[in-house]
């Protein structure tokens, strides 16, 4: 008769699966937490890094092919986001500086969720809706790239 124990003559689940069970049954917050935790670590070095305008490009199409790829300027607009300047990180790359805040709202209400123990499921895009993104992508790393002298040249990661 299973006693829910396991011993060392019983097949285990492992510790992963341990570990991930009770998270899931007693600590619901732990796993945002968890994502929380690693994304405030990953900006903090971010942060100590200090990208600026002047240092090397580390963008492989950038250093490569003269290109602005869709991240380019990524790691200078998070770092912008830190200090609180949005223009400043819009300067950069106008399109994390819109989506990494809407990431952290998702992020914040997955974790009050959590909290009070309510479960939170990610909504299934339409087919559209992820063609549209993918679309919106590609039209901003050629825009920004396309650099008139105007607006264009703003979205440029180099941009100042």
Known sequence: MPTGVAHDH????????RSAASAASGRPWALPAAVGAALAVGTAGVVALGPSDDAAPICLSR??????????GG???VARLAAGDLLGAA??????????????????????????????????PPAWSLVAGGVVV?????LRNLGDGGVLAWLAAGAS
């Not at 250093?63 to 380019?72: I, N, Q, S, Y």
């Not at 300067?91 to 819109?98: E, G, I, K, P, T």
């Not at 590609?138 to 050629?142: E, I, L, M």
């Open 10 to 17: 019983e097949p285990a689940a492992g510790a992963a699966g």
């Open 63 to 72: 250093t490569v092919f003269g290109v602005d790829c869709p991240l380019c």
């Open 75 to 77: 790691l200078r607009c």
């Open 91 to 124: 300067d950069h790359n106008v399109l994390l500086a819109v989506a990494l805040p809407l990431v952290t709202v998702a992020w914040a209400v997955w974790m009050a969720r959590a909290l009070v123990g309510r479960p939170t499921r990610l909504p299934r």
């Open 138 to 142: 590609v039209a901003f790393g050629v």
